[in-house]
């Protein structure tokens, strides 16, 4: 909402700075958020005297004008207007001057002349529309006299930030209460001088009003006009209407739209003369009906939206636009001035369905004061008889089928002081109600009842007054206090919820060398297609912002692959991303109907060390997204898991089951894979992608049914014996593992691989030319310990023969 | 026996003193001391001796021994020394060559923003609650004292999804609500961060994702300056304690009274210009918003079922990334999603 300072002052004496205005609404709760100078890009416009006008020697239609701006030196100015003439005040931009339109005025030369400034147009100064010539200005103004001066022209527009509350703000008078209540200044409403002509004829007679629903309109008033002139409005409401950045756009119009910032209450103008019958019906559209509002679109309506009807047809969109067929033109005479309440959900709903938000239907949403209409109507009516010669007729067209009901509520001081952590006293709180135009019974010092005025719809409780006494004394100046409040000490288990295992995963992901990406839940339908997503129980969005963003991810990896896409064009080679999110599944059996799953999604492409030197260069693999996801396991007390090939995917090749087993036997947490080549390719990925998938929400339930426990040190030195296997390539070293294990030899501690050889024979070219399979060595470590005593070397032997003699037996392998 | 002993003991000094590597050293050590070395033959002839000179040609070759021993531990340290002192004055070792790097993780700057807030709330007693974030009107709007139609639906630019009635929370308000139906009658207070959306064009400025931290304590008697005083300790701990804090009327639905809570611009120190220029961050305001609160409106208390007659309650929302951006100068709102490894890498 803008604000002209200077309108402002006619309703209320502030004499103080702007500044000084901007922060005392803004602590009252009406956020100045800008001080503008509506006119800043005329600013340095001036008046000038053309003293002189000779026709240009080598133009027919340019002039050669000698203009006074009020200097030592008067300027010579080249003119192509038809108006101009010697004796003029016209405007006048100097040499270094910049135009609203950007164009800065340099001298020139026009024809062989020179050309030292510009006289200028109504239009190039944006002042209206008018360039059939230049602005030909008052012959009281004084040559060099700032042209914003000598118009008067605002300079002082607060914009103010109006909360959806604060209807009654929505006005030049609304901000007046305020600043009178901020200051403790005199409120002055205009004067009223409407002069009404019997002869012209008696609205109430000349109008017959019917209102369908009282709830949906609770009061329709009409004044009838004849005999106006339509017409350019008077310049200081041109100019007042400008400041605000509204359009002026005839006399009859402006009218409206100034009463509409003044005073706060929409009003449309008919023209009689258009209107079948004498007749305003306020009813419902019918489903399908349609009206064509005056900006000329055809509007399809609904039978829950309102329209004003003539005796034939709908006339007007009510409280939102006037219709085509009805509305003010240059050829009107005859107005008739609609002056109405509408109710505000009806106006909310129409405006929004046909996206056509109006002031006049931004008001009515809110909700307008009832009372004050009637005020609204009559200055309007005075205002455009002053500026279009219109005789306005006796009396008004009334139906109020629903009067303003005033409203009464309690109010209990010790509740206000309890709720604002202060001691407001009585007499504050009383001054402060009757300020804002309540009324107040006090009769019971514990409960007064207080009567909210009609302009302040949302003082509906008694909460909402105690929010003005705080507002009014000072939210600032209420003390700040650490509190006391208490509170069970039943406090949710950090670590025992989902919020403190997520917190703990992303230690771990921080911890293992990962960046934490957080990207958008929503992705395009074209990105889970890409990935071969079933398209069952997607979640869509009814109105995304766009098509790439239209579906809620249903797996984490979308986001993480727009990630490398991102990365890869800033050059970013070497990634190591994780992000803990959720995913979204239809799912009927939830409130939401959808089923909101957290993974952690592990992403690894490029160099696996993100500098070269001191690191051997080398490429992301299988075994880096692996490791990661076994130390996690191994983390969260899971084990290391058991990792199984699935043969199918839908965007990943090669893709491994990761299970962990239980006592209700292997859970599937999560998968690891490849991003397969042609997939990873839409995402301008070089190098392999590898990805893994886990389900959060699923380790954590694993997790808490795991402890950690503690265990003895080892007390007695270990013995270490290694075995080196030549296997086929194709054995995995998961069976070695485990057929080591089988033979059970005794003592033995833990098992690992240690090292994995596969001799050139290994590249397959070579292996098929021989005619054998291609083979590797494996090289696991078993480490043998006795609990309570040292091993002697003799009985490791026997153990260790056992199982270089079983290997064999179990595995195609040699030792 | 005893001359032979002291020569053997001048001769060995003698050489140790010319000794000048390890390896010479190690030679010199088995020369004298090793099990074939001078002195251990030496010492074989000690049985042979007449019974009366043993014990002084025994104390002596002791000594002899001890002597060498503690000669040989000074010489391998003083080499030592000087080993290492040749190896880094000829550069053996370039101490200026780039070290090799552990992997660094990083939490994403929002991950880091809310863990300082969670510290701040944590340490006045806020326990932390998550809910969902897809909801429903109901619980996005209605309970919050938001009808439908009613103006106040303008502050929040929705997703819906294409099942009717369903949407992506606009904000973590709707988690007041789960957080009263889970204390309900007791009193409590939490902080509920997380998620949330809103339909709006993505700019420096603005964003359709972002996350929102909801407070929220319910209890008797709690008052408006209970909820100033832990604002302002918020405000202080996390932006500084030079900071001035200003709460500001203003409305939301589901509070009453409402305030918007400001702090005195960082950039501009509260003075509206930088070096003549409007300040950019605060718009020559001076100020600049952090978060909004307000006290616990009786029909949101009502729509969950305690008195709002009896108890009274504070709640509070505040923009992660709005914090973060104040806090470390991000000038543009998109990079928090664009997770460029860049930008994720500058904060730790």
Known sequence: ?815 | MLAELRSLQNTALQELAGVESPEALETWRQSFLGKKGQLTTLLRGLGALPAEQRPEAGRMANETKQALEAAYAEREEALRGQMAERDLTASALDVRLPGRPPALGHLHISTQTLREIYAIFGSMGFDILTSSEVEDDVTNFQMLNIPPDHPARDMWSTFYLTRPGLLLRTHTSPGQIHAMHKYHPEPFRVILPGKCYRYEQVTTRSEEQFHQVEGMAVGRNITMADLKGVLAHFAHRMFGSERAVRFRPSYFPFTEPSAEVDISCMLCGGEGHVAGEPCRVCKKTGWVEILGCGMVDPNVFRAVGYDPEAYTGFAFGLGVERVAMLKYGIGDLRMFFENDVRFLEQFS
């Not at chain 1, 339109?101 to 026009?110: F, N, R, S, T």
């Not at chain 1, 990207?519 to 071969?532: A, H, I, K, Q």
Request: a negative charge; aromatic letters at 4%; proline letters at 6%.
């Open chain 1, 1 to 815: 909402m803008l604000i002209s300072l200077q309108w402002l002052r006619e309703f209320v004496p502030f004499t103080g700075t702007v500044q000084e205005l901007a922060e005392r609404l803004t602590m009252q709760g009406l956020e100045v958020e800008a001080i503008i100078d509506p006119f800043a890009s005329i600013a340095k416009i001036v008046v000038g005297h053309v003293a002189e006008r000779t026709p240009h020697p080598e133009s027919d239609h340019l002039s050669v004008c000698t203009v006074d701006v009020g200097g030592p030196e008067a300027l010579q100015i080249v003119c192509g207007a038809p108006n101009v003439a010697a004796g003029q005040n016209v405007p006048v931009a100097l040499i270094g001057t910049s135009m609203p339109g950007g164009m800065e005025i340099k001298k020139a030369k026009l024809r062989g002349v020179v050309s030292t400034g510009m006289i200028c147009s109504e239009r190039e100064l944006g002042l209206s529309e008018e360039h059939d010539g230049i602005m030909v200005l008052p012959a009281s103004l004084r040559p060099g006299q700032l042209l914003t001066e000598a118009l008067g022209l605002e300079r002082e527009v607060l914009e103010v930030g109006i909360t959806p509350n604060r209807a009654d703000c929505l006005s030049v008078l609304g901000i007046a209460r305020e600043t009178a209540l901020g200051f403790g200044l005199p409120l002055t409403m205009p004067a009223l001088n409407l002069k009404e002509d019997p002869a012209a004829g008696n609205a109430a007679q000349a109008v017959r009003l019917e209102i369908a629903d009282g709830e949906l309109c609770p009061v329709y008033r009409a004044r009838v006009l004849t005999g106006a002139r339509i017409g350019k409005s008077p310049d200081w409401m041109r100019y007042r209407l400008l400041a605000i950045g509204q359009r002026p756009i005839s006399n009859i119009v402006d009218v409206t739209n100034y009463i509409l910032m003044e005073l706060g209450q929409p009003l449309h103008s008919f023209d009689r003369a258009l209107l079948k019958g004498d007749v305003i019906r306020v009813a419902p559209a019918s489903d399908g009906q349609t009206i064509t509002t005056l900006d000329g679109q055809e509007r399809k309506l609904l039978g829950s939206d309102l329209l004003i009807w003539d005796a034939e047809r709908p006339v007007a969109l009510a409280g939102v636009m006037g219709g085509a067929n009805s509305s003010i033109t240059d050829a009107s005479t005859e107005v008739l001035l609609e002056c109405a309440i509408f109710r505000p959900g009806t106006i909310r709903k129409t405006a929004r369905r046909l996206a056509l938000p109006s002031e006049s239907s931004y008001r009515f949403e809110r909700g307008v004061d009832q009372v004050g209409s009637v005020f609204a109507l009559e200055r309007a009516a005075q205002l455009m008889a002053e500026v279009s010669g219109a005789k306005v007729m006796a009396g008004v067209a009334t139906a109020e089928p629903k009067p303003w009901a005033p409203r009464e509520h309690i109010f209990r001081l010790e509740r206000c002081n309890a709720l604002l952590g202060i001691s407001l006293t009585a007499e504050f709180c009383r001054s402060t109600l009757t300020g804002l135009g309540c009324s107040v019974d006090d009769s019971d010092a514990a409960c007064w009842r207080v009567g909210s005025p009609p302009h302040r719809l949302d003082l509906e409780r008694e909460v909402d007054l105690f929010e003005e006494c705080g507002r009014v004394h000072g939210l600032d100046r209420i003390p700040a206090v650490l509190p006391k409040i208490s509170k069970s000490l039943d406090s949710v288990q950090m670590s025992d919820t989902e919020f403190g295992f997520i917190q703990a995963l992303k230690a771990w992901g921080v911890g293992s060398g990962l960046r934490e990406a957080v990207n958008y839940s929503f992705v395009g339908t074209e990105d889970l297609d890409r990935l071969n997503l079933p398209v069952e129980g997607r979640i869509k969005i009814a109105n995304p912002l766009s098509e790439d963003q239209n579906v809620l991810r249903t797996e984490i990896a979308p986001g993480l692959l727009n990630n490398v896409r991102h990365n890869l064009a800033q050059g970013n080679a070497s990634l190591r991303l994780f992000e803990v999110a959720k995913a979204f599944v239809e799912d009927a059996a939830s409130d939401t109907g959808a089923r909101e799953n957290s993974r952690l999604g592990v992403l690894v492409h490029g160099a696996r060390h993100s500098q070269e030197w001191p690191w051997e260069q080398s490429e992301a693999d299988y075994l880096d997204v692996k490791g990661l996801v076994e130390n996690l396991l191994a983390h969260l007390r899971l084990g290391a898991g058991s990792y199984v090939l699935e043969p199918e995917h839908p965007y990943l090749a090669p893709c491994v089951r990761v299970e962990v087993a239980t006592k209700a036997g292997p859970k599937l947490v999560g998968r690891i894979g490849r991003v397969e080549p042609k997939i990873a390719d839409a995402y301008h990925a070089r190098k392999e992608v590898w990805l893994a998938d886990l389900d959060v929400d699923l380790l954590r339930a694993l997790s808490r049914a795991t402890k950690p426990s503690f265990k003895s040190l080892p007390k007695f030195p270990p013995v270490r014996r290694d075995v080196t296997v030549i296997c086929p390539a194709t054995l995995h070293a998961e069976a070695v593992e485990a057929a080591i294990r089988e033979l059970k030899p005794k003592n033995l501690e833990s098992l690992a691989l240690v090292a994995v050889y596969a001799p050139e024979a290994a590249s397959e070219d070579k292996a098929a030319s021989d005619g054998k399979a291609a083979e590797r060595n494996l090289t696991f470590r078993l480490t043998y310990r006795h609990a309570e005593r040292t091993l002697v070397d003799k009985e490791v032997d026997k153990e260790h023969g056992k199982v270089l003699a079983g290997l064999p037996q179990k595995l195609p392998v040699r030792i």
